[in-house]
């Protein structure tokens, strides 16, 4: 019973996504939407990006030259770890897990009130797409704001470590360049922002999908917002161990 429900909802998805990538009717209006989703799931997020990324940059350094370094090993290892759990995985995976509840949960209640306030029905009968007018502009402007905001992370984490090195006086700032230059993989930095593609299709459809299906209330709207982020991070999660062992 479990199996066939599961298999109803990923039937469900699959159409609704079929309806989506269906082509805009009003290519202007298509690309207004698509400007104020940028702002609204992308630009307004970067201050949270920037200000987590930078403090887990800095606690990493800090974590790795206490904890880690010793006599044995050479100065520059805190800058060598810190570059690379932000290259291979905060930036990527676990801010995108951060972004699902803070984005994810926005697109779920604000198509979920457009549901149950018949907004969406009102499209219908106009005979508009609504699933292509309400979701595809979130679900392109996600996959254009996503990789972006992963840079950005790795940026301000980089910066965080730095930081430590000038104010915290936890290494000196030569060892620590030493550390992040040393051999360094061009392909570790493309890897995330490739994840991060797929992580952002994921928090935008599968959040959608939860609010388009909204049926009740407010009580419902609010059920679906939880949802969509729990199914997201875990669908994140699956994602990353397959894609991470795919593309290494």
Not at 155 to 172: E, N, R
């Amino acid at each position: 019973m479990l199996l066939t429900s599961y298999l109803h909802a990923f039937g469900e998805y699959l159409v609704l996504m079929a309806r989506t990538f269906s082509r805009p009717e009003r290519f202007r209006m298509f690309w207004k939407q698509y400007v104020k989703e940028m702002a609204q799931l992308g630009v307004d997020s970067i201050g949270i990006v920037l200000l987590i990324s930078f403090f887990i940059g800095a606690v990493i350094c800090i974590q790795i030259k206490l904890n880690i370094e010793s006599a044995w090993m050479p100065k520059w290892v805190s800058g060598y770890v810190t570059r690379e759990i932000m290259l291979l995985e905060f930036s990527s995976s676990i801010m995108c897990l951060i972004l699902a509840g803070k984005v994810g949960s926005n697109i779920a209640s604000e198509i979920g009130t457009m549901r149950v306030t018949q907004q969406i029905d009102a499209l219908e009968i106009m005979g508009i797409n609504s699933a292509s007018y309400l979701i595809l502009p979130k679900l392109i402007g996600m996959l254009t704001m996503i990789p972006l905001l992963v840079v950005f992370s790795t940026t301000s984490g980089i910066i965080g470590a730095y930081a430590t090195a000038y104010i915290g006086h936890i290494l000196t700032p030569a060892h620590l360049t030493e550390g992040i230059q040393y051999d360094f993989n061009q392909w570790y930095f493309w890897m995330g922002v490739v994840k991060s593609v797929f992580f952002a299709f994921i928090i935008s459809s599968v959040s959608a999908y939860y609010g388009y299906r909204v049926k009740g209330g407010s009580v419902e709207v609010g059920k679906a917002s939880t949802d969509a982020v729990v199914t997201s991070s875990m669908l994140i999660l699956f994602s990353d161990l397959f894609l991470t062992q795919l593309l290494s």
